[in-house]
């Protein structure tokens, strides 16, 4: 992974990002985390028959396929490096390793995604502190302090 934190992109865009580390699709990857943490646990819980074991293969392999629908190229390709094929009928630890490398990476997404949210959320604060400093309120334009609001050009 690179040294950038991912970032969420609204839907508008979504379209214009090509490059780089983004989700699109931020509640459908929580969504889909919170199954896949809990079939983890209903496979620690119980031990699941031959075709449970195969019912379970098949909602991983949908899983993964929804996740890289909100993923940007990069991270794509770095969920598939990282997760484990389930082929055939896995056994129960395969299907416990599956589930808890894709919750852990999972995981490690989304503290990427808080770090780079307070990373912005301090930027912003240090900019209005900047702005405070120099007598600027937000919104005023920048000139002389008590000049107020110079009239703007229109169109």
Known sequence: MSNREPEILMPSEGSAREAGEFVSQPAKLLRIAAMIREL????????????????????????????????????????ETLTIPLEGTPSESEIRLAQAQLVGWLEGLFHGIQAALWAQHMQARAQLDEMRRRGLSPGTPEGAP????????YL
């Open 40 to 79: 983890l646990e209903e496979v620690r819980r119980s031990s699941p028959d031959e075709a449970g074991r195969k019912r379970l293969r098949t909602i991983y392999g949908k899983a993964l396929a929804a996740l890289k629908d909100g993923l940007s190229e990069e991270l794509q390709k770095e969920l």
């Open 146 to 153: 008590g000049e107020g609001p110079r009239p703007g050009q």
